[in-house]
């Protein structure tokens, strides 16, 4: 059975904002480690951040696919005139070159996983 991380893959521009959950019944544990080990599986390479409140990423694109997921905290995506709030296990798979922003909401951290499609 395909989890919802291989389904994210098959996104494609131009879609909506799409905002899709971690299922410990078909994904594992929400964790660090637990995610970046099945990203990886998916061919992601993974970067692990904690971003603080008041953190704001302006408009900007990437050259590769990537997908976001949030293990605690609250962290706003704006894509194709949408906003959405990713909270612990939500996550979005964003489309290279797609141009998106991002902030961090309310007061406390952001502790996320950046994953990027290894090219």
């Excluded at 919802?4 to 494609?12: D, K």
């Excluded at 964790?31 to 990203?39: C, I, P, Q």
């Excluded at 050259?63 to 996550?91: A, P, S, W």
């Amino acid at each position: 059975m395909k989890n919802q991380l291989e389904h994210s893959r098959n996104t494609v521009a131009g879609t909506s904002l799409k905002i899709r959950h971690w299922h410990p019944a078909t994904d594992g544990p929400l964790s660090a480690e637990a995610v970046r080990k099945r990203l990886e599986e998916l061919g992601y390479s993974c970067s692990f951040y904690i971003y603080a409140p008041g953190t704001i990423f302006p408009d900007h694109k990437h050259v590769t696919d990537k997908i976001d997921i949030v293990l605690k905290g609250r962290f706003m995506i704006h894509i194709d005139g949408e906003n959405g709030i990713l909270r612990d296990g939500d996550y979005i798979f964003i489309p290279k070159g797609t141009v998106h922003r991002a902030a961090v909401v309310g007061d406390e951290d952001v502790v996320s996983i950046d994953a990027e499609r290894v090219l």
